[in-house]
């Protein structure tokens, strides 16, 4: 049997980077996935490329996550398609504006972060809870970044929202543990991503790289396994946990 045999995932972010490898790697392990993204184009192609693969097995659908009515949609059309939800990959983010100054950032430049990379993550958590419970057992991964665990300039808003997501999963963890529903945080290094790429040059790229003691970034495979194995009954007894994925950045 497949690790996610007929589980039904919603995965937001998903029409490149670590979303759409998350999303190809579910649908592999026997998942229906509904990947969502507000980029329309570029997530349709990601759909149609994992459906050529493994077909009928993802749906995509246009998603603000940052809004309460958007959320509404998605699960109401999860539930209208699947019947359920089993699984919520909170993976959508942003870096948002960089500076070593925090006097740089303004409100704006600070809600926007906010909006997506945590308001989005609660608003998910709230619409999928209800039909989890129905089902007696869910698992909620949250993607957070080794911002959320050691300070970092750079991204003050981005930090922030990081350290949020940290705190959220484990109060949520355990409001839900009761209910069977599971709730955790992976928290990557340096990965090479779309976002990563347009926010670092080449010069600050190698700079990173040289303070990863395995000596090269992530790639968005390496994200998509711990969350699959958190996503699967194989963590049934892991809830509120935190999986740093970072080539040992930290543990210097």
């Given at each position: ?9 919603i995965i937001?972010?998903?029409?490149g980077?670590?979303?759409a ?18 980029q ?9 490329e994992i ?26 059309e999860?539930?209208?398609?699947f019947g ?83 705190a ?61 194995f958190?996503a699967?009954?194989?963590?049934r ?14 543990a210097?």
């Amino acid at each position: 049997m497949k690790r996610l045999e007929n589980k039904v995932a919603i995965i937001t972010g998903a029409a490149g980077g670590q979303g759409a490898e998350e999303a190809r790697l579910f649908a592999k392990e026997g998942a229906y996935v509904v990947a969502t993204d507000v980029q329309e184009e570029l997530l349709a192609n990601t759909v149609r490329e994992i459906n050529e693969e493994y077909e009928g097995r993802i749906i995509g659908l246009k998603h603000d996550v940052s809004t309460e009515e958007s959320w509404k949609e998605v699960v109401e059309e999860t539930i209208n398609k699947f019947g359920t939800i089993d699984i919520l990959v909170n993976n959508a983010g942003i870096a948002g504006k960089l500076s070593s100054n925090v006097l740089d950032f303004s409100l704006e430049d600070w809600q926007i972060v906010q909006d997506i990379n945590v308001v989005g993550n609660f608003l998910g958590i709230k619409e999928v809870v209800p039909h989890m419970r129905r089902n007696g057992s869910g698992s909620i991964i949250n993607i957070s970044s080794i911002a959320a665990i050691v300070g970092n300039q750079g991204g003050v808003p981005y930090q922030a929202s990081k350290g949020a997501t940290r705190a959220l999963t484990k109060s949520v963890a355990l409001d839900l543990a009761k209910d069977g529903i599971r709730v955790n945080s992976v928290h990557p290094g340096l990965i090479t991503t779309p976002m990563s790429e347009s926010a670092l040059d080449d010069e600050g790229r190698k700079q990173m790289e040289s303070t990863i003691p395995l000596g090269f970034s992530g790639e968005p495979k390496d994200i998509a396994y711990p969350v699959l194995f958190l996503a699967s009954d194989e963590s049934r007894f892991m809830t509120g946990s935190e999986l740093v994925v970072d080539g040992g950045t930290i543990a210097q």
